[in-house]
């Protein structure tokens, strides 16, 4: 059988990524569908997580599967040493699809080489985070009616930001325009620079960040700058307070323009933003829950068709 791992959806076609569209709306309209009874979940996260775990298991329950699984690796024998192969071959005596957040970039990709069972990237090291941008790109479509053609400024920490540079490859086939705003130190790497020149993506980067550099701006990404990523702290001080968004900085906005974040957020986000009308990150983690149910249906062969049929 066919492995249906989600290591990256940076190459899955509009077609693709529709269904998975109409997959998150039939989800919202109705969450509950047990499709999954009888299925394990397997949620593996050698990294800390709120949302991204919470709403894979929430998913999986409310889709009838059971979860196994853990949230700290101290717990588990890879504390004693085991390789995260074995680690993954047992884990797949027991589950249907494992759920996977690891530090290293390329363990998702080295995983899913080495069980017959789908791994879902959950998020590795700075690398890919492709769930998030399922749910990211969900809500740009619900808010925007479209993810064509649109302005999208990415601001805070470029380097690190796995949900960045996974959004940026995904939105390759929609005609973006990104501006990216960030210090010199968390800019967005070569390799991304590379990959849009490569596949016709307009980008500028820029320092200034107040009410005037967002008024063409139809979706602003915010970051989080990663302490967990930084071997020199003092580095970390000097660049983490460098972009904060402030309601004040609302006033020439789009009225369509909405302000996203993986979450979390430290203080790249003042909270009397949250007020705005402009916010959509809570609304944005909350899209979590239909996007992640849709992935796993889709690797575990659930259609859209069987979706929609579900209690009819
Ligand atoms: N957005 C995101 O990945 O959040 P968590 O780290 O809480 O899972």
Do not use: W
């Amino acid at each position: 059988m066919e492995n249906k791992s989600i290591v990256s959806i940076a190459n899955y076609t509009k077609e693709k990524m529709q269904y998975l569209l109409d997959m998150a709306t039939e989800f919202e309209a109705k969450p509950n569908r047990r499709l999954l009874e009888g299925k394990v979940v397997a949620t593996l996260f050698f990294e800390p997580s709120t949302r991204t775990r919470l709403s894979f298991e929430t998913a999986a329950n409310r889709l009838g599967a059971r979860v196994i699984g853990f949230s700290d690796p101290k717990a588990t024998s890879s504390s004693k040493g085991e390789t995260l192969k074995d680690t993954i071959k047992m884990v797949s005596n027991y589950a249907d699809v494992i759920v996977m957040r690891h530090y290293l970039e390329g363990a998702a990709q080295y995983a899913s080489e080495v069980t017959h069972v789908p791994i879902i990237n959950a998020g590795d090291g700075s690398n890919l985070h492709p769930s998030q941008t399922m749910l990211d790109l969900y809500s740009i479509y619900k808010t925007q009616g479209t993810l064509e053609n649109l302005n999208i400024y990415m601001v805070g920490d470029l380097k690190y930001g796995r949900t960045i540079h996974s959004l940026l490859m995904s939105m390759k086939k929609y005609n973006p325009t990104f501006t990216f705003i960030a210090p010199k130190e968390l800019e967005m790497p070569e390799e991304y620079k590379i990959y849009c020149k490569e596949n016709g993506i307009k980008y500028t980067e820029r320092q200034d960040f107040d009410e005037d550099t967002l008024t063409d701006c139809d979706i602003l990404y915010m970051t989080r700058v990663q302490r967990e990523r930084f071997s020199d702290l003092m580095e970390y001080e000097r660049v983490k307070d460098a972009y904060i968004l402030r309601a004040n900085m609302l006033g020439k906005a789009k009225p369509n323009m909405k302000i996203l974040h993986p979450l979390p957020r430290v203080n790249e986000i003042e909270y009397d933003v949250d007020d705005s009308p402009h916010a959509y990150y809570f609304q944005q983690a909350q899209n979590g829950l239909y996007a992640r149910e849709a992935l796993i249906c889709d690797v575990l062969g659930i259609t859209l068709e069987d979706i929609k049929k579900y209690g009819k």
